[in-house]
């Protein structure tokens, strides 16, 4: 009887794990889910309330190992043609610096961009000293490190759903 209480408990707590998967369209890794969305380009603001509109977040990378999820999935999305190309592979991100000049942010969770960073080299440039590239975007031809863009491009874009396994299970 007990083995079979402990069986029973197994399942019961295997089935719960299994169950709280992300929805259909969205990939997990460690506590949230990510929408990746290489066929639809939109500004980084509409990019933004796209996310919104999915009650997630336009993503923060705040590790390296979040960083290497992300760069290793658009790697399978992103075709090799195109990742070369600067507009044709560049995917919005949720840093910005449009509060403050400077001051890079995750806008969506308001936390300042101080601990983990992954620039490409040279960047962020600020446009070559007009000061208007203010939104972060991954970039396949450098390896999928960070530029600073301007926030009118149109880019793919990935949205992150914070504890969105446990939020679906
Ligand atoms: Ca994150
Ligand atoms: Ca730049």
């Given at each position: 009887m007990k083995s079979l209480v402990l069986s029973l408990l197994f399942t019961v707590t295997y089935i719960s794990t299994v169950a709280c998967a992300c929805q259909s369209g969205w990939t997990g890794f460690r506590d949230s889910c990510y929408q990746f969305n290489v066929d639809n380009k939109q500004s980084w603001n509409d990019a933004k309330n796209a996310c919104h509109?999915?009650?997630?977040?336009?993503v923060a990378i705040e590790t390296q190992e979040e960083s290497d999820f992300i760069a290793d999935h658009?790697?399978?999305?992103?075709?090799?043609?195109?990742i070369h190309h600067d507009s044709a592979s560049s995917v919005w991100i949720g840093g910005s610096?449009?509060?403050t000049e400077g001051f890079w942010k995750w806008t969506d969770i308001n936390q300042l961009i101080l601990e983990y960073t992954n620039w490409?080299?040279?960047e962020p440039d600020t446009g070559a000293g007009d000061h208007?590239?203010?939104c972060i975007g991954v970039v396949g031809k450098q390896h999928f490190q960070w530029q600073d863009r301007r926030c009118s491009e149109s880019h793919s874009y990935v949205c992150e759903l914070i504890n969105g396994s446990h939020a679906v299970g």
């Open positions: 509109k999915e009650h997630a977040t336009l658009l790697k399978t999305l992103i075709s090799s043609s195109d610096d449009n509060d490409a080299p040279g208007d590239e203010d």
